[in-house]
């Protein structure tokens, strides 16, 4: 069982680090103390922001002889909570920020070798700089750091594509609970040396080790690229669309984003600089990106022939093909914004779910009933990746409904929806981790057996419970 650190303690941690890369003032550690969605708030005796693998080893290596709990630290954009201390304060808090160069770019191997704190925008620019694609793309890549994208498996808008954060991976480098270092960072496509050990360490959310570097998978960049906003009118639409596009294309189709009307209101009242580029009332509109690295394929005459056919065969309402970047920044930034507009609208609770891709028109269908039963103060926004068959079925306040009304539902509605989700074969976190936000949900509904082997290797890597303690397993 994790304890408090004793001052002694607290002045080797320090010690751990060069002057100036603590902090442990009440005002220099309060930004550690919060979640992006102000769920949680922390306490801590120290934050610790090393520079180097061999900083943040002698860091575990005391931590684990005085058994004190370390919370790892990205860009602090977990919508589960994951990287908060929680209130006791005794848990130290490691930022990854200052661990944050770019290794090695092997253009010709289409890898690179970046640590934990380099922003998701610095890598794709690092990757963008030799030429070559890093795929990831999410909102928050400004902000979101390569080692929670890994902690958290985290997903975004072109997994169709290229897959999850996991299927990216070639190697990591991870400092384990008691400090000896796994330097696992091969940069090879094909290696069957025995059990995949980095694979531990994604989605574990910091609670197996601390991932300080990624051999990362690269691609050619596309040189052609076609981006569409469709109108449609129901779900099933969007799907059937999709697998047109993708008979046509293939593996070319990069994007499907899903948004119902009320996302894209709300994001063209509230999002400044946002506006529909569609004059078209639709009750469904889909964002559809092809790419290529073939700068002579067309992809928008192939686009333009699919949206024509599907029009006449009464699949699709209305529909305009970007004729500039400055057009297809729009539609994203269109898609992009609906979180912000969410939040600027006012309280909203989230559901990031995951069914099969032919079980989307089911869950929405059930799940919207389900909120409207469960929830009269609240309005149905479920948009996102609908193509990996992931939505944030979230639920936004209606405005002047009562809040404590509003969010006394929560419980209610998430039980509700992760049954809903579970019976359709579905996954109650696709994209955003556990966290602490999940852990009992997570304790609840997983498969024992798999529960049972996800605790003894907790175990076996962290027997004194250290590592980012309560987030993803609750203590047993
Ligand atoms: C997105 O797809 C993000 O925009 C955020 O995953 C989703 O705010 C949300 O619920
Ligand atoms: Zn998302």
């Not at 103390?33 to 120290?46: I, K, M, N, V």
């Not at 005391?62 to 006791?88: F, K, L, M, Q, W």
């Not at 999709?242 to 899903?258: I, P």
């Not at 028109?361 to 409207?372: D, F, K, Q, V």
């Amino acid at each position: 069982m994790p304890r408090p650190p004793s001052p002694a303690t607290l002045a080797q941690l320090k010690a751990a680090v060069a002057p100036g890369d603590w902090l442990d003032s009440a005002g220099d550690v309060a930004p550690y103390l919060s979640d992006f969605r102000h769920l949680y708030r922390g306490a801590t005796p120290l934050v610790l922001r090393p520079r180097s693998v061999e900083q943040v080893a002698g860091i575990m290596t005391i931590c684990h002889r005085e058994e004190v709990a370390v919370v790892p630290h990205g860009g602090n954009t977990s919508y589960c909570g994951g990287a908060t201390p929680d209130e006791s304060g005794s848990q130290i808090v490691v930022s990854m920020q200052r661990l944050n160069r770019v290794r090695h770019v092997d253009a010709a191997n289409y890898s690179m070798i970046v640590e934990a704190g380099c922003t998701l925008a610095g890598a794709q620019a690092a990757a963008r700089d030799a030429n070559r694609l890093f795929p990831l793309s999410l909102g928050s890549e400004g902000t979101a750091q390569i080692g929670g994208n890994l902690s958290t498996n985290a997903g975004g808008t072109a997994v169709l594509r290229y897959g999850m954060m996991r299927d990216l991976v070639l190697g990591l480098e991870v400092v384990l609970a008691d400090g000896q270092v796994v330097s696992a960072l091969k940069s090879l496509r094909k290696d069957n040396t025995g059990y995949d050990v980095k694979s531990l360490f994604i989605g574990a959310e910091g609670t197996l080790g601390l991932i300080t570097a990624a051999s990362l998978k690269l691609f050619p960049v596309p040189a052609d690229t076609a981006t569409a906003l469709v109108g449609i009118d129901s779900p099933g639409r969007a799907l059937e669309l999709l697998a047109r596009l993708r008979g046509a294309a293939g593996d070319q189709v990069s994007s499907c984003e899903l948004m119902p009307r009320i996302a894209v209101q709300m994001t063209v009242q509230y999002v400044p600089g946002v506006a529909n580029p569609l004059d078209f009332d639709c009750a469904w509109y889909l964002l559809i990106e092809l790419g290529s690295p073939n700068p002579h394929q067309n992809l928008t005459a192939l686009l333009t022939r699919e949206l024509e056919e599907a029009a006449a065969a009464g699949a699709v309402q209305d529909a305009m093909l970007a004729s500039s970047l400055a057009q297809a920044q729009a539609m994203w930034k269109l898609r992009e914004s609906v979180p912000e507009a969410q939040r600027r609208h006012g309280a909203s609770i989230k559901h990031d779910v995951s069914v099969p891709v032919s079980a989307i028109p089911a869950l929405i269908e059930r799940g919207t009933t389900l909120i409207e039963q469960l929830a009269p103060e609240g309005d149905v926004v479920s948009y996102g990746h609908a193509g990996d068959g992931n939505l944030h079925f979230n639920v936004s306040q209606k405005p002047g409904t009562d809040l404590a009304a509003f969010t006394g539902r929560t419980h209610a509605l998430e039980r509700a929806m992760f049954d809903l989700v579970e019976s359709l074969g579905g996954s109650i976190s696709a994209e955003h981790g556990i966290g602490r936000l999940k852990a009992a949900e997570l304790a609840r509904r997983a498969d024992p057996v798999e529960l049972h082997v996800m605790h003894l290797l907790k175990k076996a890597l962290d027997p004194k419970g250290i590592m980012n303690p309560g987030k993803v397993l609750c203590a047993n």
